[in-house]
């Protein structure tokens, strides 16, 4: 007799992968997300068996380990911020100390990073796409060039613990937090996106280009993962 996933535990181990399942009566197929602290969820419809779940995971078990290798090249204990003035903040590769004022928007004015009394991270994080995207749209036109693609459209968005994200059709999306690295670094988030518009996959093809378009680009990668530990992230991945 086959088991449902309504008659088993809360949480699925299939191999190394262990499972949260969650049962929805509105499900018609399997969701699984990898959360923020790399914990794994299934929302699943109510009379899915265990052995259809557990097929479910195997077949998606690359896609589980690309998504938790993301999470922990972006950092996984992201520091502490607190809105104070003398916080610092990362822009560019440099840290800028806050200062709280009594009216006004988010502004980099004077070497201080301004923010309205009583404001959060929401506020922070809109200003970090605010800047972000003319910043970025004009760094990617001559990667593109030198990588021979087009770029349909750039976005700065959160994007979890992925740096960033594109389309074969030229879409591009970058992670708002990448504005805290050094300029060179964010450049080889946006050659790295840009050479998958013509190679979906991380194949020998891929890094071919990537070191076409960045000599030396595996130095830029370690210094990436290393650096993804520093950044800021709040709590509510916003």
Aim: proline share 6%.
């Amino acid at each position: 007799m086959l088991v449902t996933v309504s008659e088993i535990p809360g949480v699925l181990r299939v191999g190394d992968l262990e499972v949260a399942v969650l049962v929805s009566d509105r499900r018609k197929s399997v969701r699984l997300t990898v959360e923020r602290d790399a914990s794994i969820t299934a929302v699943v419809p109510p009379q899915l068996s265990k052995y259809e779940l557990t097929k479910v995971v195997e077949a998606k078990r690359p896609w589980l380990y690309g998504k938790l290798a993301e999470k922990r090249e972006l950092g996984d204990a992201p520091p502490a911020k607190e809105f104070v003035t003398g916080e610092g903040f990362r822009y560019l590769g440099r840290s800028y100390r806050l200062r709280l004022v009594d009216a006004g928007e988010v502004r980099l004015i004077r070497g201080r990073l301004e923010l309205l009394r009583g404001g959060s991270a929401k506020e922070l994080v809109g200003w970090y796409r605010r800047v972000g995207h003319p910043w970025l749209s004009k760094r990617v036109r001559p990667w593109a060039t030198r990588l021979g693609v087009e770029v349909s459209g750039l976005r700065v968005r959160p994007l979890g613990y992925r740096w960033g994200s594109c389309s074969r059709d030229g879409q591009v999306n970058i992670h708002w937090a990448t504005m805290q690295l050094p300029p060179s670094l964010i450049d080889y988030v946006l050659v790295h996106e840009l050479a998958h518009i013509q190679r979906p996959d991380h194949g020998a093809e891929f890094w071919s280009a990537v070191e076409r378009a960045l000599p030396g680009h595996e130095d830029y990668r370690e210094r990436l993962r290393h650096a993804g530990h520093e950044l800021w992230l709040p709590e509510e991945g916003l």
